[in-house]
């Protein structure tokens, strides 16, 4: 899956941008504050109906529009060709299609490209609160095997009937015992995410250390899942439920359990959010997204489009050179950077040069979109 093509109306600082994007390598240059963070969102919230940024989706719509829109177009391993839309109006619900046909979401259809993102404010992958990991660990499950994706979803939905019984027993309005049928829902669905997790983090160990080290980490990196629970089945988690029960009762919510879970960057043995610098924590946020496109590659045989952004400004030429060689052999991806020649291979036939500038996007040396 190829995503050829990105169109949108009225969508941050662009009041319509139309362009074609390159089969591997796609450099988007432009000075600082031009717009080319906002068209990497823009590509990310077509393919997915969701931004990479921001929880206020209001921001995304321009300054006095209505409403914002994107199209991406992407073509199949069979050579058919696809589209996805995604339309935003505050205070109404997202209006999202594929091929023309309204959706729920487009996050879990097959038909769109896998993506990922590196933002610098995503080093909060690397160094913000755990919540964060859990989440994007779920995500990289769901790429691997999307059938498995509904048991995050179950796991919350149990989660949240426990913790509303918790609450009215806390009040007196039912007993203890009223627990016992919950808990065992909660450990059936979260002794399955617990295996999920830890059989796509043991996948993921070795890219992730591969890639650590030819970005440059000078100790040996390892990506570790710190599971809250010692359980090994279901059995065991509802047994450790019904020990914490007393205590769940008097705050009136779970404490224990996968959605406490947490997965570790490690250099040299020591968690990179403690004792990382910022240029290893940048270079640990890389490994691990080029990891999870060597891992979707080798089993899926689907890499993620790359969407990366002010990543080469702090990195040596070596590096550069690297990361811009990892793009155009291993899938797709549109890296952004304030000079063309801060991305070796920008002018390798097939690589595609976009500039920004004043809300427009065109390609280099053409007109403006």
Not at 108 to 119: G, Q
Not at 221 to 238: G, Q
Not at 294 to 313: E, H, I
Request: aromatic content about 4%; proline content about 5%; glycine content about 10%.
């Amino acid at each position: 899956m190829r995503l050829t093509a990105v169109a949108g109306r009225d969508f941050r600082n662009y009041e319509r941008f139309d362009v074609e994007l390159a089969e591997h390598l796609t450099v988007v240059v432009g000075p600082n504050g031009a717009g080319k963070t906002n068209l990497l969102e823009a590509i990310y919230f077509g393919c997915t109906g969701r931004s990479p940024r921001t929880s206020s989706e209001r921001d995304l719509v321009r300054r006095g529009a209505p409403a914002a829109r994107v199209e991406v177009t992407s073509v199949d391993d069979e050579g058919t060709r696809h589209t996805l839309e995604a339309g935003l109006q505050p205070g109404e619900p997202k209006r999202l299609r594929i091929d023309g046909s309204p959706v729920e979401n487009l996050w879990s259809t097959p038909l769109r490209p896998l993506v990922s993102v590196f933002l610098p404010d995503r080093l909060d992958l690397v160094k913000g609160a755990p919540a964060g990991r859990r989440a994007h660990l779920d995500q990289l499950v769901a790429a691997l095997w999307p059938a498995r994706s509904e048991t995050r979803q179950a796991y919350s939905r149990a989660l949240a009937q426990r913790n509303a019984l918790l609450g009215r027993i806390r009040a007196g309005g039912a007993g203890p015992a009223t627990l016992d049928a919950w808990d065992a829902e909660l450990a059936r669905h979260g002794a399955e995410l617990i295996a999920n997790r830890r059989e796509a983090v043991d996948a993921l160990a070795p890219h992730f250390a591969s890639r650590a080290a030819d970005l440059g980490l000078p100790l040996a990196a390892e990506v570790a899942y710190r599971p809250r629970s010692r359980a090994a089945d279901a059995a065991e988690l509802a047994a450790e439920l019904a020990e914490r029960r007393a205590g769940d009762v008097e705050r009136g919510f779970t404490v224990h359990g996968p959605h406490r879970d947490d997965l570790r960057l490690l250099h040299g043995g020591e968690a990179l959010r403690d004792l990382g610098s910022q240029g290893q924590q940048r270079v640990g946020l890389l490994a691990l997204l080029f990891g999870e496109r060597d891992l979707l590659a080798q089993r899926r045989d689907r890499p993620p489009l790359m969407l990366l952004d002010d990543v080469m400004s702090e990195l040596d030429a070596d590096r550069r050179a690297l990361l811009s060689a990892l793009l155009r052999e291993g899938g797709q991806g549109v890296l952004t950077a304030t000079e063309r020649e801060h991305v070796p291979g920008h002018d390798d036939a097939g690589a595609l040069v976009l500039e920004v500038a004043g809300g427009t996007v065109r390609v280099a040396g053409g007109d403006g979109a």
